[in-house]
């Protein structure tokens, strides 16, 4: 891979295992911060006492939007044991 092809990913693959890791850009960090940050409000909006099925819904689509994310300007994902 090019080195300048790499530095357009906001999310690098992990050095071990499947994914992702921290973010290397920027960008990456802001989007970790608003995911992160809308945590407490999915929990404010879908009650997980309340209805627990909407929630689990909710949850899964909000993980979702972030693998989408990582999928989308992140390295390809591939099994990786570190020393490639």
């Known amino acids: 891979m090019r080195s300048d ?3 357009d990913y ?3 693959a ?3 295992g499947w994914g992702w890791g921290w973010p290397c ?3 990456g960090w802001v989007v970790t911060i608003l995911w ?3 945590l407490p409000l999915l929990l404010r909006v879908l009650d997980p006492v309340r209805d ?3 929630f689990v819904i909710g949850l899964g689509v909000h993980v979702g939007l972030l693998l ?4 989308w300007k992140g390295e ?3 099994w990786r044991w570190g020393g490639e």
Request: aromatic share 20%.
């Open 5 to 7: 092809q790499r530095s």
């Open 10 to 12: 906001w999310f690098p």
């Open 14 to 16: 992990k050095t071990y």
């Open 25 to 27: 850009r920027w960008q």
């Open 36 to 38: 992160v940050a809308m």
């Open 52 to 54: 627990p099925v909407a």
């Open 68 to 71: 989408a994310i990582c999928w």
């Open 76 to 78: 390809p994902p591939r």
